[in-house]
């Protein structure tokens, strides 16, 4: 059973970048799409990117700007990195499988982890 | 930008029906997917593709999608389905996804 956790820092200074980790077990990263999904404190779910096996891959136009995914397939590791953070990117942070298709939905999820922008 | 609509809560009584409406869904979406998420808990799929139940959901959880607009009904409401319900959409024009703002279930 594919199994996904996230890690990095859970503090992170504004202005600087937040780098997190999602490590796969269990499963392969072909020939799935991932996501990053992040929740605000008491918020909703917002989707931040997504990347293809291949290299393909699509932002939020609202944090476009400031990300970076890439994909590991040696290390069976998904990465995101955020620029510029300030206290609004606040959040837990989800990395998340879906099918074959773009259009599938998101299964299984990572716990998640929570980073905290503050000085 | 793309938004979808869900009420931002409903309240329901133990045994009755609680329907959780996603709107304004346009038709560069072609199927919506749903998630639960209970307290502390990351979100987990109950209903994917419109109307397809992954394995261990219960029956009495279903979805539908018609006329702009997505539904997920649960009956029989159950103290354990307390929780929080986002749709979630695909955008074919942009490849981009979508969540709703999200539902809280409050069982009475």
């Known amino acids: 059973q594919v199994q996904l956790q996230e890690s990095g820092p859970g503090l992170v200074k504004p202005s600087e970048t937040l780098s997190l980790t999602c490590t796969i077990s269990g499963g392969s990263i072909r020939p799935y799409y991932w996501s990053w999904i992040r929740q605000p404190p008491g918020k909703g779910l917002e989707w931040i990117g997504h990347?293809?096996?291949?290299?393909?891959?699509e932002y939020s136009p609202s944090l476009r700007s400031r990300v970076t995914m890439a994909l590991d397939l040696s290390k069976n590791q998904f990465t995101l990195n955020l620029d510029s953070v300030t206290a609004a990117d606040t959040a837990i942070y989800y990395c998340?499988?879906?099918?074959?298709?773009?259009?599938?939905?998101?299964?299984?999820w990572g716990l998640g982890t929570l980073v905290t922008v503050s000085s | 930008s793309y938004v979808v609509t869900q009420p931002p809560s409903l309240s329901v009584a133990p045994g009755e029906t609680a329907r959780i409406t996603c709107g304004e869904i346009n038709s560069r979406s072609q199927t919506v997917h749903w998630y639960q998420q209970r307290p502390g808990q990351a979100p987990a799929v109950v209903i994917h593709?419109?109307?397809d139940r992954p394995s261990g959901i219960p029956e009495r959880i279903s979805g539908s999608n018609s006329d702009n607009s997505a539904t997920l009904t649960i009956s029989g409401v159950e103290a354990g389905d307390e929780a929080d319900y986002y749709c979630?959409?695909?955008?074919?024009?942009?490849?981009?996804?979508?969540f709703g703002g999200g539902t809280r279930l409050t069982v009475l």
């Open positions: 593709h419109d109307s």
């Open positions: 979630q959409v695909w955008d074919s024009t942009s490849d981009h996804r979508v």
């Open positions: 998340a499988r879906h099918g074959l298709h773009t259009s599938d939905h998101h299964d299984p």
């Open positions: 990347m293809y096996f291949t290299g393909g891959r």
